[in-house]
């Protein structure tokens, strides 16, 4: 299902980008179409996303959620829906879906117990290990155009330009939120 999902929406992405040889005006045109290109892949990425993440409570916002709780370090679910850009009272339903598939727990923060620290159950980040998995294939099918090497370079100068991104929210440190949804920040395991 997974791979049948990520080439159906790549190979029409592939045909219609195609380097050898364009077979639209519209191709051509996007050549120079920063724009058009971010947004082919965003759909195509979205839309395979939707399918491997279906069973995870809010899909892909829930994926995310679950990402920034396993590799990052927010104090509270407040600080986690700052973090996260979604607001709280939505954050507080997400939470409670995730809780309830036993994928996260909500425990006083002991640095201060007035607040809620949202920590992820074995399980859930079992479950994250596995989507993370499926999620690269996802990737790895959007970008199918691209040899390995070319995939990994991508994904660098893309993170790159993100963490250069301050405009959208200028307190925010795009880096930080980046190397924490990846878990490739100092001190992670991935690191």
């Not at 029409?12 to 050898?20: A, C, P």
């Not at 994926?63 to 973090?83: E, F, I, R």
């Not at 893309?158 to 878990?183: F, I, K, N, S």
Request: glycine share 10%; aromatic share 4%; proline share 5%.
């Amino acid at each position: 299902m997974i791979a049948g999902t990520v080439g159906r929406h790549s190979r029409r992405i592939v045909e219609f980008m195609s380097t050898n040889g364009t077979h639209s005006p519209a191709a051509e045109h996007a050549e120079g179409d920063f724009g058009w290109s971010l947004g082919v892949l965003l759909r195509a990425l979205h839309g395979s996303l939707e399918s491997v993440l279906g069973d995870l409570p809010h899909g892909p916002r829930g994926y995310q959620t679950l990402s920034t709780v396993v590799h990052g370090d927010q104090p509270s679910q407040l600080a986690l829906a700052a973090h996260l850009g979604i607001d709280r009272t939505v954050l507080t339903y997400l939470i409670d879906d995730l809780v309830e598939a036993g994928l996260v727990e909500r425990r006083l923060n002991p640095a201060d117990r007035r607040q809620r620290k949202i920590v992820a159950t074995d399980q859930g980040t079992a479950t994250l290990r596995e989507l993370e998995r499926r999620v690269r294939m996802v990737e790895d099918g959007v970008l199918e155009a691209l040899d390995p090497d070319e995939r990994e370079m991508f994904r660098k100068l893309l993170r790159r330009a993100a963490c250069g991104a301050r405009t959208v929210e200028p307190d925010t440190d795009p880096c930080v939120v980046v190397e924490e949804v990846l878990g490739t920040g100092p001190g992670s395991p991935r690191t």
